[in-house]
């Protein structure tokens, strides 16, 4: 099992830019398709951007496409957040996340593996 650590989260104005970082461990890194969720203050936990194994292939959610690029470096076995253009509603815990699958999706049910969170606060 791959355990998942974040970092990055902060406070920044909107229109700024932050990049999230998110080191696996205990697993095979590449074998895994990566995500980063996120849930505000009384709401879902809801997707925001997805890489495949290679990282060949990205998708994103439409409230951040555009905005936000998810890359990875597998030699590091890290999965990076490139956050820009940032908006008080992108305000929330950022969550990385892993799955087994060997396609992306957006579905949380799919991912077993979470980190703990990192807050990420967009002031206006």
């Known amino acids: 099992q791959v355990q998942l650590v974040e970092s990055g989260g902060g406070l920044v104005q909107a229109g700024g830019s932050l990049r999230l970082s998110c080191a696996a461990s205990?697993?095979?890194?590449?074998?895994?398709?990566m995500a980063w969720f996120r849930q505000a203050p009384g709401k879902e936990r809801d997707f925001v951007a997805a890489?495949?194994?290679?990282?060949?292939?990205?998708y994103y959610a439409a409230s951040v496409k555009g905005r936000f690029t998810i890359s990875r470096d597998n030699a590091k076995n890290t999965v990076y957040l490139q956050m820009n253009s940032l908006k008080p509603e992108d305000t929330a815990v950022y969550y990385c996340?892993?799955?087994?699958?060997?396609?992306?999706?957006?579905?949380?049910?799919?991912?077993?593996?979470w980190g703990q969170g990192t807050q990420v606060t967009v002031s206006s």
């Open positions: 996340a892993a799955s087994r699958r060997t396609t992306i999706t957006d579905r949380l049910s799919e991912y077993y593996n």
């Open positions: 205990g697993g095979t890194f590449s074998n895994y398709v």
């Open positions: 890489a495949s194994w290679t990282g060949g292939a990205t």
